[in-house]
């Protein structure tokens, strides 16, 4: 009896949101748990289907519409895939940074750009490009907003958290003119269209993949008493500086600078986030294939525990 504590059974198999569950003013003392013997498995990765055959690059490739989603992670029944990636292996490395426009000073010098030779051509789906940059102790994603071939600058939507210099290493993914192998996706939000480069023996007609557009599967709020037992939390996405991710109240920095996380990605989302709860715990789950984080106890979360978990790439 669920209204006065106990136990919540799910059959097992895989149960898909496309939009967070909410856990709001729940004060039961229950338990969430797969069905004995089964798992169930819950996720925001949707079915993608009706592919169309096309070329790309040369190379024989399947699209399909993005449904006006901003698609950051895809998925086969085998787990997740490559995102496109330049240079495939390595890094590109940072002539100098664009000094033109900071904020800060030494350890908290933030710019929003930096000079490179590496790429020659500009990205036809720049807008859904990401730029990851390896500096210091930290590895930042940015967004490019610009970029100028004359010059090789980059420009970036938003201040970088640590001061970019000369020899910082930094690749690129998800640009179209990268996607060139099989199991290989990219995503251009212009065309509206997931691109995907088939293993052998994959038919457009029959091919489904799982995609997903945000890290958050679950929100618990104002709620207390709550365990979930023996279910997996899987295959998740992530969103580029998301306001609704944040706690804007302490992170004085964030909202001078625009920037990332000042420290150990404080701001980063849990595919499951708990605020001002207590007693929210977690026994024999799985967390696989996330975007973000797994778990984030936050603001006013106590009492909670994590118990006998495993965790795969989060």
């Known amino acids: 009896n ?41 996720t925001n990765a949707c079915p993608v289907s009706e592919w169309t055959v096309c070329t790309v690059n040369g190379v024989k490739a399947f699209s399909a519409s993005a449904k006006g989603k901003r698609i950051s992670a895809l998925f086969s029944e085998n787990g997740k895939l490559d995102v496109t990636r330049l240079p495939e292996s390595g ?22 750009g930096f000079y ?3 790429l020659k051509n500009t990205p036809s789906n720049l807008c859904d490009v990401t730029v990851e940059i390896l500096h ?55 065309a509206d269209k997931l691109y995907y480069v088939p293993f052998e023996g994959e038919t457009a007609d029959s091919l489904v993949l799982y995609a997903s557009c945000e890290a958050l599967l679950m929100n618990i709020e104002n709620s207390s008493g709550i365990t979930f037992e023996n279910i997996k939390f899987a295959d998740t996405g992530w969103e580029y500086s998301n306001d609704k991710y944040l706690n804007v109240n302490i992170h004085t920095r964030l909202r001078d600078y625009e920037t990332s996380s000042v420290q150990g990605a404080v701001d980063v989302c849990g595919a499951i986030d708990v605020i001002y709860s207590d007693n929210i715990n977690f026994k024999n789950c799985d967390f696989e294939n996330l975007g973000a984080t797994a778990i984030r106890y936050f603001t006013g979360a106590k009492n909670c525990t994590v118990d006998s978990c495993y965790f795969n790439n989060i």
Do not use: H, M
């Not at 797969?34 to 798992?39: I, Q, V, Y």
């Not at 940072?94 to 933030?110: E, F, Q, W, Y």
């Not at 100028?148 to 993914?173: C, M």
């Open 136 to 190: 210091q102790w930290v590895s930042e994603v940015e967004k490019p907003v610009a970029f100028d071939e004359s010059t090789g600058l980059f420009r970036l939507a938003r201040y970088s958290g640590r001061p970019i210099e000369a020899g910082d290493r930094y690749f690129l993914q998800n640009v179209l003119e990268g996607l060139d192998k099989p199991g290989e996706w990219c995503f251009d939000s212009k």
């Open 91 to 112: 890094y590109y490395y940072i002539d100098k940074p664009d000094l033109s426009d900071t904020k800060g000073a030494d350890n908290d010098l933030a710019s929003k």
């Open 116 to 118: 490179a030779d590496d």
């Open 2 to 42: 669920a209204a006065n504590g106990g136990f919540i059974y799910l059959k097992g198999g895989t149960y898909r949101f496309d939009a967070p569950l909410s856990f709001d003013g729940i004060k039961k003392d229950i338990t969430i748990s797969s069905a004995p013997g089964e798992t169930a498995v819950i």
